[in-house]
């Protein structure tokens, strides 16, 4: 995997429901889940979303995105963190999002 990103787990009773999460606010990404006994690494090439709506759905709407705060020893990548939301995203991944397209300001 090029340029892997996500959070690093301390094992507990959500990790289930934040990799299930996970899944879900990245359908089209292939999600690695790394069980290394007392942590568990989950990363994703590039870019990982996840969102407290979705954290919610499994976790109970009392749950909140800056409880994974708690069980996130560590991360991979670049993070950025809203209200709602957390992503993790690599240099590579930043660079392109901030890159003009090589067509923007061309005139036909």
């Known amino acids: 995997m090029n340029n892997p990103v996500g959070p690093?787990?301390?094992h507990g009773d959500e990790i289930d429901q934040i990799i299930a999460a996970l899944e879900d606010d990245n359908p089209e990404t292939?999600?690695?889940v790394i069980d290394r006994g007392a942590y568990i690494?989950?990363?994703a090439e590039d870019r990982l979303v996840l969102t407290e709506a979705?954290?919610?759905e499994y976790l109970g709407s009392d749950y909140r995105i800056r409880s994974l705060e708690v069980v996130m020893s560590?991360?991979?990548g670049r993070v950025r963190t809203g209200s709602d939301h957390i992503v993790w995203e690599s240099g590579e991944a930043v660079k392109a999002a901030a890159s003009p397209s090589s067509t923007e300001g061309a005139t036909a």
């Open 54 to 56: 979705t954290l919610q």
């Open 74 to 76: 560590s991360f991979a």
């Open 30 to 32: 292939e999600i690695e």
């Open 41 to 43: 690494r989950i990363q």
């Open 8 to 10: 690093v787990l301390r």
